[in-house]
């Protein structure tokens, strides 16, 4: 019975699955591995089901040299947090799971936009702090949201997801940024560059992968380009976003407000962005609902099993 670390606790089912295949360790912490741990896993397991905030850098695979490890069959779509050239050049193969949590952070995704267009957040500390004094016509006026116009940054399966929302849910037009057209079955506009997108758009949500690709590709200059009534929504992943600036351009109300589900450095958010009235924030929960998390368990063991039968592992990255 092969060996395999599982990172962080995940659902019941899917433990009591991995165990009834695999030699399981299972780690019991909210914290991601060190670089030095993931060169440890590297050599001491067989496979890892690895996630967010795990450090499988280059220097991790390069300390490990020929590892035991010959798959790391990732928990969740996005996997900056590993890199997969690295682990190719060493014999490890990386997986993802693809399509199980397109819904759950697509519907996250409005939750945002709407809290954040509505000032939810801000509606309900002022409730809570008993600062309400009773209905007035101009009292925590927000943005309507009904016929605007939604930009979708990454038009892949969540992008179109948020689209499809926005569009059939609320009448909205849309328009994406993204490096070719898309087939989408309702009316979505193409725009060629991405300050051309957030120009254009009442509401821009970021749907690109993380990695090295699109790392800081929402900067100061994009900001910029935002309507003064827009409103900002990441659902993608934190370094996407140049946070110092987004920071700055909220604090300087450039724009009417934002949501965000991911940062930078998680899980450290700076005192800044937190200090701030007009921007929505959650604890990195796109893929939080008990079905989702379940289903993305299963798909990562999925590919390992594969691994383990001598299967090509049917969501390769690398």
Known sequence: MKKLL???VLPAPVVEAARARFDVTLRDTAAGLTEAEATAALLTYDAILPTLGDSFTVAAFAAAGAPRARILGNFGVGYNHIDAKAARAVGVAVSNTPGVLTDATADLGM???LAAARR????E???RGGGWHGWTPTQMLGTHVTGKTVGIVGM??????VARRCHFGFDMGVVYYNRSDKAVGFPARRIETLEGLMGAADFVVVCVPGGAETRHLIDAKALAAMKPTGIFVNIARGDVVDET????????RQFAGAGLDVYEREPLVPEALMALENVVLLPHLGSATMDTRIAMGMRALENIIAWDEGRAPPHLVN
């Open 156 to 161: 892949g399966r969540i992008g179109q997801a």
């Open 245 to 252: 600036a987004l920071t700055e351009a909220l604090a300087k």
């Open 6 to 8: 599982i990172t962080r």
């Open 125 to 127: 500390r002022i409730l």
């Open 111 to 113: 939750a945002l936009l």
């Open 120 to 123: 939810v957040g801000e509606g």
